[in-house]
């Protein structure tokens, strides 16, 4: 079986692991992580990054950061995973869908003005397959009516909007490591605070609602509880784990590109031929190669297209469902059709994809492809 994912590790994870066990600092804020976080500020000019043990806790960081209260309204697309919801509806807001592009399911920031209201208090956008929003469209409707950007850069780590690194742009981003992503330590994730207002706060709620980030700079004398927050930052063996992949980088991604453009060019074919539809490179985003998908023509033909390919050992898989049709939401959705959104959420496939899968696994892949349709 060709597995949909497969974690890589670079081989130097462990032994950073065993450094932090024996430097006596396993808990959160070790030199792993400080490590991890001059990364990030030195190589993409993140203001202040933050580790979190997920990047659903920095988004839920985010929403309490933006002191989001009952009633408040925030933009999102409805084609994202739950997390992005989940962190604001945890403090009261009210999710307002946006639709999807018709060639991407990215948001469609031609469609947000419309969904504005005096309550609107956010935008979200998400980076789906890391691929970038139209940032230029959400930061002029955001400067228009005195909104937050929280940019939900899960999957777009090495990503740039017109060469500037996706995550820079909101006022706050969340990105993960979990171990689907590009660059992973199994679970994880980090805050990135680009506006300044909220990197104090940031640490606080961080540590539980406490000033103990302060008291250990020596900024004051002791610490105690001063704000709302909960334990959001990681152990710093996580961080031991992620520096050894952030240190590879480079060869990671650049393996990763290799197989996304080998998918490319075995498929075209089957989108020539009006079988499929590949992925589209908005012009101004760059790919960092996160997931190769493909767009089929109906729910029908995905549903026997995954069966065809696990009968000859191939797993593939699909997502997302739109959330304002999820069991939860569906009954609080007042909006409009969200078609495009749908679409996505019926035809969209996701085939494996990760560090080690080989020339002659991608081939077959794409003869499996071909074989399915054959025929047809």
Request: proline residues 3%; contains cysteine.
């Amino acid at each position: 079986m060709i597995t949909f994912n497969k974690p890589y590790f670079t081989g130097e994870e462990t032994t950073y692991i065993e450094q932090a066990v024996k430097n006596m600092h396993i808990s959160g804020d070790g030199v792993f992580t400080k490590k991890c976080h001059a990364f990030f500020e030195e190589n993409y000019g993140f203001k202040k990054c933050l580790l979190t043990t997920s990047c659903t806790d920095a988004l839920e960081m985010a929403a309490i950061l933006i002191d989001i209260q009952p009633g408040d309204e925030v933009i999102m697309p409805s084609y994202t995973f739950v997390s992005t919801a989940n962190a604001f509806i945890l403090r009261g807001a009210k999710i307002v869908f946006a639709d999807s592009l018709t060639n991407h399911p990215n948001m469609d920031a031609t469609k947000i003005e419309v969904l504005i209201t005096p309550k609107t208090k956010a935008i979200v956008p998400v980076h789906y397959a890391g691929m970038a929003c139209d940032m230029d469209e959400i930061l002029e409707l955001a400067n228009k009516y005195n909104l937050f950007v929280i940019e939900d850069a899960a999957q777009a780590i090495d990503s740039f909007y017109k060469g500037k690194p996706l995550g820079s742009f909101g006022h706050l981003a969340a990105f993960s490591f979990h171990e689907t992503k590009n660059i992973i330590s199994g679970e994880g994730g980090m805050l990135v605070i680009n506006d300044e207002r909220f990197a104090q706060r940031a640490e606080i709620i961080r540590e539980k609602g406490t000033n103990r980030s302060q008291f250990f700079r020596g900024k004051v004398n002791k610490y105690g509880w001063v704000d709302i927050g909960s334990s959001f930052l990681p152990s710093d063996i996580i961080a031991a784990f992620l520096f050894a992949q952030l240190e590879n980088l480079v060869s990671i991604q650049n393996r990763r590109k290799q197989i996304w453009n080998q998918y490319y060019e075995l498929l075209s074919p089957l989108q020539e031929k009006g079988f499929l539809q590949l992925p589209e490179v908005p012009h101004y985003s760059s790919n960092n190669a996160h997931m190769f998908y493909i767009i089929l023509k109906n729910e029908s033909t995905r549903t026997q297209l995954l069966q065809h390919l696990k009968k000859n050992g191939i797993q593939a898989v699909f997502h997302y469902l739109s959330l304002h049709k999820s069991d939860f939401y569906k009954d609080k959705y007042k909006g409009i059709e969200l078609t495009n959104c749908d679409k996505f959420s019926d035809t969209l496939v996701r085939l494996p994809f990760f560090f080690e899968l080989n020339h002659e696994s991608v081939k077959m892949i794409g003869e499996q492809m071909k074989s399915f349709y054959e025929g047809r």
